[in-house]
């Protein structure tokens, strides 16, 4: 068998563009074409000895993501000892909800306008036998700041790549537990229906500015979710609302996966077929409630987080500290591998 060998590397990495649950993502050219790029870079601890695994689903999450206009594509990847490297396309339209505050107004079939491209890529990526797992509006993205910028999910696929322990690990400690389904927090499955759940949380945090289970510590948000006990409340913000809407939730928000909607009945579903006016007028602005719930609780999550990650740090066999640090290597020469 020959061996691995060492070789220039295609790509300079420059800024730090972000800090996931995961992975640090920076800027990357590409030398000869100057073409901009996003980079993930992935610590190798994370996939305990699956690497030579994680090449193939490389190879298939590629292909994948090159079939759909909404999906973030994965245009390369690269490896060092101690990292994975996977480019993809530079998205610098921002986050999803950034995207809404910063809008003049807003509207229920705007959300629903969302909600239909979100679970249609959904849909293609469950055809494709693949589970996001880790949904969330972080991972929404706009490839440019134009008006008519498609909307992308990132960072699909992560799940096969990272060791299933690790990755447990790291949602539910540094990840976003507010979107994650009951069942993964009882550790019985974590298939298709875990993303339409995510869609579900998604779906009441794009009409009001706060998720469904909502609350100041982990631990009650954790049983919240496991019970499914959520209300459409306080009044004011959910009277605008159309029934159509919070049904198509409350068909998502079900404790037993089995019967959650699948994405194809999701997109079948009467609300994403014809958003219906809200029963207090069709041009009821969801804008001034949303954007006052949303920039209230990114300030108190911002708090919490630093509290978190700090913790994490200290308690976590992985030394997370450590991963990022390994992060900022030099990438002048990368591994090769044999081809299979």
């Known amino acids: 068998m020959s061996q691995v060998t060492v070789v220039p590397c295609k790509y300079k990495t420059g800024r730090v563009l972000g800090q996931g ?44 993501s090159q079939g759909h206009r909404n999906i973030l594509t994965l245009h390369d990847y690269f490896e060092t000892m101690n990292n994975l490297y996977l480019v993809t396309d530079l998205a610098l339209g921002g986050e999803l909800f950034d995207r809404i505050c910063a809008k003049g107004s807003y509207y229920e079939n705007d959300a629903a306008h969302l909600i239909k491209t979100i679970t249609e890529a959904v849909a293609y990526l469950h055809q494709n036998g693949i589970v996001h797992r880790d949904l969330k509006p972080e991972n929404l993205l706009f490839i440019t700041s134009d008006e008519n910028s498609n909307l992308l999910i990132a960072d699909f696929g992560l799940s096969r790549i990272i060791d299933s322990e690790n990755f447990y690990f790291l949602t539910t400690t540094c990840g976003t537990p507010g979107y994650m389904a009951p069942e993964i927090f009882k550790k019985s499955g974590h298939g298709k229906p875990v993303d339409l759940w995510a869609i579900g949380v998604i779906t009441y945090f794009l009409l009001c500015g706060y998720t469904p289970f909502d609350k100041e510590d982990s631990q009650e948000e954790m049983q919240a979710i496991l019970r499914a006990d959520y209300r459409f409340e306080p009044p004011e913000y959910w009277e605008g609302i159309s029934p159509q809407a919070k049904d198509f939730i409350k068909k998502l928000l079900v404790v037993d996966p089995s019967q959650r909607l699948t994405a194809e009945q999701a997109l079948q579903h009467v609300w994403l077929q014809e958003p219906l006016p809200s029963p207090i007028g069709v041009n009821f602005d969801l804008l001034p409630n949303v954007r006052t719930n949303f920039d209230a609780r990114k300030t108190f999550k911002k708090a919490v987080d630093t509290v978190r990650v700090i913790n994490t740090f200290r308690n976590n066999s992985l030394n997370l500290a450590n991963l990022k640090k390994e992060a900022d290597e030099s990438v002048d020469n990368v591994l090769q591998y044999p081809e299979h």
Not at 43 to 59: A, D, H, S, T, Y
Request: net charge positive; proline share 0%; hydrophobic share 45%.
């Open 21 to 64: 649950t995961y992975a640090i993502v920076k800027e990357a050219q590409h030398i000869e074409t100057g073409e901009l790029f996003a980079v993930k870079i992935i610590n190798k601890k994370l996939m305990q000895g699956r690497e030579n695994m994680v090449r193939n689903e490389i190879m298939v999450l590629k292909k994948i």
